[in-house]
């Protein structure tokens, strides 16, 4: 090197002559390559192929954990599998005809609608309890045995994934409709202070406006008036519970209409969607469901709105002062304290929105949960009502007899110039009787279902139910069973909801326990009545069919209405741990309702009406089918 600096010229030729021959044959060996189809490969750096070793060796750690991972899912799934095939089997019930179970034989059968008369005849053979295997993964367990149902009722707490799956795609995943119980525990009892406390005592009222403004719009005729049941019920339900909650603004909402055929709509398709393990987004069908979601979301905030600014809160209906929503929260952190510890603070739940003025800003107006659990709510208690009135008012046009017993009693407990009140309900026990009767004929639903999702359910010694199985009470059956309910249990009898009354004792209401009224007149005095008493009762009344006695018009004043709360036979709001939280609200609303109607209207069946009408489950309850026609006669007021 330093000889070359010395004389660079000299060099940089030399080192010409001998790199040149190297540089030739390089080029001539790259010729080749290129020809024979090689490509020839530079030497990487050190530091760039340790980045590469490192990348593939956190690359393969990564796909094997996630190999593992899924293995192990499915492992356990497997497993799951395995013990629900297990102890399914040990289990009563036919055997499986196939991989798809008995989904085919329960459609040959005539579908949801006859699944009462399939599960009557699988009791029949295999006893109080019976396995159905619905698919490879999906087993569900009917059970009709007393005892068992109770400890169903008590210790399966969770809802069915399924049915929750369907109702929060319906309404979204507000935290009142989630599958744990634990979840929806806190939500659940709050909703219950409020409805079967604040509201219970303002629906009577409610009831009277609602059904005025219904008479409003046809006023000026005087003819009878030929109405579809169920539509008249629904629409009687949705705006007493409407008005309920947002108060006379939802009365006068022009998008209420919009918003009850939304609410039916949604809820009817979201069965059908949420039985698609992937939602198929890409459907157009289901892209108009989606907006149709939205539209209901829009709606809901929209009255909510128009409550807060005409009231200033939710529930305080015509005061718009402070002092009426520090009252119900008060009486709500009490309830809260009292189950869940006094430390609880109201502000994060939802509830506590349809109590608190807020601004229309505030957070409960941007709060979906709040939304969600309204609407959801609005839905329940709306077509349970519905169904159950609509199935009532039916069964008063088929037995007309019965009819003229519940109008004499409105009749002469009510004044004629107002409507039934809060005291004139308490006294309509033959009333209550029929409501209940009817419902035990007809629940809401065939089908009370609950779910285990943690741990397998023992119902008894010798019957243990596997985890996630679908646990069922087929409601028809058991409120129809001879064993508890006699003989004539098919029967419409509203006597059996009837017991002697006792004097100086306490009977338990839907409320609390209240006194019973001061004896009235017996029925051996009102036989002693006159010949001319006797004829103007019949005149009043409409008897016309000399064969009918009066003692068949007049109701038993010594009975009063016997609580089938407690028995496990009668499931109209369910039991347990997931009973209806507004049962209380429901059952005075429906009294109100029914007493209003038929105070001011006869009720018959339209001619051509076929009295052999069926159960079907339509529009997700269970309703009379063919749908009734019925004429509303206005009664003549004297």
């Known amino acids: 090197l330093p000889f070359c600096s010395l004389f660079p010229a000299c060099f940089a030729q030399a080192m010409d002559s001998f790199v040149a021959p190297d540089t030739a044959i390089a080029a001539r060996n790259r010729s080749f390559e290129a020809m024979e189809g090689y490509e020839s490969v530079l030497p990487a750096s050190p530091g760039l192929t340790f980045l590469q070793q490192y990348a593939v060796r956190e690359m393969n750690a990564i796909l094997w954990a996630l190999l593992i991972a899924v293995t192990s899912m499915l492992l356990k799934r497997l497993l799951q599998l395995v013990c629900l095939w297990s102890k399914g ?46 698919g490879p993964t999906h087993l569900l367990v009917s059970v009709k045995d007393r005892d068992m149902i109770q400890e169903l009722l008590v210790h399966a707490m969770d809802r069915v994934p399924s049915t929750g799956k369907a109702l929060q795609l319906a309404f979204g995943r507000g935290s009142l409709f989630t599958a744990s119980f634990n979840q929806a525990q806190r939500q659940r009892f709050l909703f219950s202070e409020v409805f079967n406390g604040q509201l219970v005592h303002r629906v009577h009222s409610i009831c009277r406006a609602v059904i005025r403004e219904l008479e409003n719009c046809d006023k000026g005729v005087t003819a009878s008036l030929e ?23 939802f009365l006068t909402w022009p998008a209420a209409d919009e918003f009850e055929n939304l609410l039916l709509l949604i809820s009817k398709e979201a069965c059908f969607w949420s039985a698609y393990s992937i939602l198929p987004f890409w459907n157009k069908k289901f892209q108009r469901y989606k907006k149709n979601c939205l539209r209901l979301q829009k709606l809901m905030k929209e009255i909510v709105r128009k409550s807060r600014k005409q009231n200033g809160c939710l ?21 809260v304290a ?143 069973d001879t064993c508890r309910w006699g003989s004539d249990a098919e029967i419409f009898k509203p006597e059996r909801f009837l017991c002697q009354k006792q004097s100086g004792t306490q009977i338990s209401s839907w409320t609390n326990k209240i006194s019973l009224p001061e004896e009235r007149s017996t029925m051996a005095e009102s036989k002693g009545s006159s010949a001319e008493t006797v004829g ?31 028995d496990p036979f009668f499931l109209l709001f369910g039991a347990g741990s997931r009973s209806c939280i507004g049962r209380n609200f429901a059952i005075v609303e429906m009294i109100t309702v ?41 009664r003549h007021q004297h």
């Open 89 to 134: 089997s040990r289990l009563p019930g036919p055997p499986s005809p196939g991989f798809a179970g008995h989904a085919s034989s329960i459609a040959a059968a005539g579908g949801p609608d006859n699944f009462t008369g399939f599960l009557r005849k699988l009791h029949e053979e295999y006893g109080a309890v019976v396995r159905l295997w619905l």
């Open 227 to 249: 109405l579809d049941c169920m539509s008249v019920s629904q629409h009687i339900s949705f705006r007493v519970l409407g008005t309920s909650v947002f108060g006379d603004s």
């Open 315 to 335: 529930l305080d209906h015509g005061h718009g002062n402070t002092k009426c929503t520090k009252s119900c929260l008060n009486t709500l952190k009490a309830g």
């Open 338 to 480: 009292a189950k869940y510890g006094s430390n609880v603070d109201l502000s994060g739940d939802a509830i506590s929105g349809l109590v608190t003025a807020h601004s229309l800003c505030g957070p409960f107006e941007l709060n979906k949960d709040f939304c969600e659990n309204l609407t959801g709510m609005m839905f329940h208690g709306a077509l349970t009502t519905a169904g159950i009135i609509s199935g009532t008012l039916t069964r008063l046009a088929q037995y007309p007899l019965i009819q003229r017993k519940v109008w004499a009693e409105i009749d002469d407990i009510c004044d004629c110039t107002s409507g039934p009140t809060a005291d004139d309900i308490q006294k309509m026990h033959f009333l209550k009787a029929t409501l209940h009767e009817s419902a035990r004929l007809l629940p809401s639903g065939p089908l009370l279902q609950r779910c285990s999702l943690s741990q397998d359910l023992k119902l008894s010694p010798n019957v243990t139910v596997p985890v996630r199985a679908i646990l069922a009470v087929p409601v028809q059956l058991v409120q129809m």
């Open 536 to 566: 103007e009762l019949k005149e009043r009344i409409g008897l016309s069919d000399p064969e009918w006695s009066v003692d068949a018009l007049i109701y038993d004043k010594g009975t009063v209405f016997k609580d089938p709360y407690n």
């Open 594 to 634: 029914l007493a209003t109607l038929l105070q001011h209207y006869e009720i018959k069946l339209c001619p051509g009406a076929g009295k052999d009408l069926n159960p079907k489950f339509e529009n997700c309850i269970l309703q009379l089918s063919p749908g009734p026609k019925l004429i509303f006669k206005p």
